[in-house]
């Protein structure tokens, strides 16, 4: 089992739609995890960061984490086509350990 | 406040051959990150450096390594060079660690032939 999954996509919604992303990890004794937005040819940048079981919202993104299931997701509502781009869900194992990246889910938002 | 920045931005190299990459964090940030982007295996991390003290590592082999400045500023050596290290390597700096934002450079795009 690898341990940070993402489904790879892409994943289309229409312009205005919730777009669901997810993620589960393998390590019970992660901490911490994120959100990172990759556009195509650029580099990762923050979404969203999430430390402790439930919601985290800002703005159109809300983050959920179920550290039972290990289970980490984010939700982008209203999306834009602006949103188009790989999510990249990273978890921390422990409290410093290494930065595990899952494969990136591509969303693809039509206007 | 000046970004990450990464040099070179583009590098060349041949099998066998070793290879230095330059990364400048941001002003005030003390921890410096190293990553490897392939289509392939996506980002995988390398390697923390923390006040010139490796303080994290991934799984890669030994001919990845690194080292941080007393100004922060950090290097990534890469010698023996294999045709898989073509790769986008990606720095990355935050205030204290892995359990803050991470703010990435530009990267490097090494290409070995």
């Known amino acids: 089992q690898k341990e940070v999954e993402q489904n790879s996509g892409p994943l289309s919604v229409p312009e205005g739609a919730i777009a669901s992303l997810n993620c589960t990890y393998s390590d019970r004794v992660s901490q911490s995890f994120f959100w990172y937005r990759q556009y195509s040819g650029k580099s990762p940048e923050l979404i969203m960061s999430i430390y402790s079981n439930g919601d985290k919202e800002d703005g159109r993104f809300t983050a959920q984490l179920n550290k039972a299931s290990q289970y980490v997701s984010l939700l982008i509502r209203d999306s834009q086509p602006s949103d188009s781009a790989t999510y990249l869900c990273?978890?921390?194992?422990?409290?410093?350990?290494?930065?595990?990246f899952g494969k990136g889910t591509k969303l693809s938002v039509k206007p | 406040k000046a970004g990450v920045t990464q040099t070179p931005r583009y590098l060349i190299k041949t099998r066998g051959q070793q290879v230095t990459l330059s990364c400048s964090p941001i002003s005030g940030h003390r921890s410096v990150s190293w990553y490897q982007q392939t289509p392939g295996q996506g980002l995988q991390f390398l390697f923390e450096?923390?006040?010139?003290?490796?303080?994290n590592k991934g799984n890669f082999p030994g001919r990845f390594s690194g080292r941080q400045f007393s100004n922060s500023r950090s290097e990534m050596n890469v010698s023996t060079l294999e045709l898989g290290d073509s790769a986008l390597y990606l720095c990355a700096s935050s205030l204290e660690g892995l359990n803050n934002e991470q703010f990435f450079g530009p990267g490097t795009r090494l290409t070995v032939l």
């Open positions: 450096y923390f006040s010139e003290t490796q303080r």
């Open positions: 990273a978890v921390l194992r422990g409290s410093q350990g290494n930065l595990i």
